[in-house]
């Protein structure tokens, strides 16, 4: 039973020696064993288990961290060294990464366990796990359903107890998404917050990891091993981290709610709409006020984002060439036909949809027309937030308009695009979200979103961990086959 403890109960078990991370190691690598749901892309059973044993001896030695010992599976975008790393492409199958992400290093610092390398859409693009060269991963709750995307496979494995949680990256809703629909905690903090150095970018204005956890006192113990200042990467803050989890003990009393007019429109689903509806009143019982506000602009954010996006993944995928790194085709009869083929071989069809948009997004005579004036509107968006946030603390609304839909159901892009249109705003304006178990809806989690201002991460986790205390939608397990 020790996969249904948090990591502060895990934490207290190691210490107390009620178990060794050898042993807790080895019931997760059990488990993950006869798994059937495909989150793992890599299973690392010996390094986990030489991890575990190190781990137990500085526990030993009276030494150590809350996160000490503690397995966790790793979103297969983040580089690790001598472990494949493939952002879930047939370009990286076969790629090892020869260096550690700052993460990596920073959860190797701490002694922690690395279980594996998780399932993901290709190159972080998607909404449901379906674009991954390895094969769609199941929702835990209805395997014939996705776990959202594109950390589908980190989500999978914290909501089935495979893994006591894991890591994701966001870069329109990937981290929020996954944990809504599979009904566990996920927290995206503000960009620059944690380094991308070794996270494979997609965009790299808009990407920015964070962790999928099973409660919100869990997601603010590992941002705080997760976050800080790396040289690096250029765009990490110098802002100091606090202790993300000092002010768990707040009181919400007075809070003041935000609900976007916007979040709540045609395309929602009314039962979804009737989980948030409810969880917001239950912080109208904790004394907090709601308040209306509005975002005009979020209806731009579809257009805004996959115009951003392709742009931005256009340039970073030009690297994967057939020649620096992973898959090359056989046999190229001279140097285009090198690139050619190794680059549509390599891909899978969303990524080359949407190098194709970002290319021609980005050539003369289409730049100010399209990136330049994405950009425009992506500063309107921010805006909106900047004036919402004068009068509210924190913005609450529906994650996905959508409870899990059925593998292999929505076969168009731009209907898979409408899974983000809540959560790709936060990403624009560079701010903080959250998504928290929040209900059901026949069977079937919905999560509650938080959108904080910059670096009110504190405040976010505190929403959320008051709101766990009084409610028991994140303790809530999918029965095991
Ligand atoms: N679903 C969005 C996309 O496909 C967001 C993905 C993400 O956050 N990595 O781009």
Redesign the pocket.
């Known amino acids: 039973m020790m996969h249904k403890l948090s990591i502060t109960e895990l934490s207290k078990g190691l210490k107390n020696k009620d178990f060794s991370s050898v042993e807790l190691t080895k019931h997760y690598l059990d488990r993950i064993a006869v798994s059937e749901l495909n989150s793992y892309i890599t299973v690392t059973d010996e390094l986990a288990l030489s991890q575990a044993k190190d781990a137990d001896l500085k526990i030993a030695k009276g030494k150590g961290t809350i996160l000490t010992g503690i397995p966790y599976a790793h979103k297969d975008i983040f580089c690790t060294k001598g472990v494949k790393t493939s952002a879930g492409s047939k370009m990286l199958d076969s790629f090892i990464s020869p260096y550690d992400a700052t993460i990596t290093e920073k959860f190797n610092n701490e002694n922690m366990v690395m279980l594996g390398k998780t399932n993901m859409?290709e190159f972080?693009?998607?909404?449901s796990n379906e674009n991954s060269y390895y094969g769609p991963v199941k929702n835990p709750w209805d395997q014939k359903r996705v776990p959202g995307?594109?950390?589908g496979g980190s989500a999978a494995a914290v909501a089935a107890r495979i893994a006591p949680f894991a890591t994701g990256?966001?870069?329109?809703?990937?981290?929020r998404?996954p944990a809504s629909l599979c009904g566990i905690t996920g927290i995206k903090p503000t960009y620059g917050r944690i380094s991308r150095y070794g996270m494979i970018a997609?965009?790299s204005s808009?990407?920015q990891a964070g962790p999928l956890t099973q409660t919100a006192e869990d997601a603010a113990i590992v941002l705080n091993s997760m976050s800080g200042f790396d040289d690096k990467d250029s765009t990490s803050a110098t802002k100091e981290t606090p202790d993300y989890t000092k002010n768990l003990g707040n009181s919400i009393k007075g809070l003041k709610i935000g609900l976007p007019r916007e979040f709540f429109s045609e395309g929602l689903e009314s039962d979804v709409e009737k989980v948030i509806m409810q969880s917001i009143s239950e912080f109208e019982a904790m004394g907090a006020e709601v308040h209306e506000v509005s975002l005009p602009n979020s209806a731009y954010a579809i257009p805004t984002?996959y115009i951003v996006?392709p742009c931005e993944c256009s340039s970073n995928l030009s690297r994967f060439d057939g020649v620096r790194y992973g898959y090359r085709c056989d046999d190229p009869k001279d140097l285009n036909d090198l690139y050619l083929r190794s680059r549509s071989e390599g891909f899978g069809d969303e990524v080359k949809r949407r190098i194709m948009i970002g290319t021609y997004a980005l050539s003369a005579g289409y730049y100010d027309a399209y990136y330049l004036k994405a950009q425009k509107v992506r500063h309107l968006i921010s805006e909106d937030f900047k004036k919402a946030f004068k009068s509210v603390d924190v913005i609450m609304g529906p994650v996905s308009p959508t409870t899990a839909f059925e593998i292999g159901t929505v076969k168009d892009s731009v209907s898979?695009?409408l899974?983000?249109i809540y959560?790709?705003s936060a990403?624009l304006a560079g701010l903080p979200g959250m998504s928290i178990p929040a209900g059901f809806s026949n069977n079937l989690p919905v999560g509650l979103q938080l959108i904080g201002n910059h670096w009110s991460e504190e405040t976010l986790l505190n929403v959320a961990h008051q709101f766990q205390l009084q409610t028991n939608w994140h303790s809530q397990l999918p029965v095991e086959p």
């Open positions: 859409d972080a693009m998607g909404s995307g594109s950390s990256t966001d870069t329109g809703g990937s981290i998404q997609y965009a808009l990407d984002y996006a898979m695009y899974a983000d959560t790709l990403n």
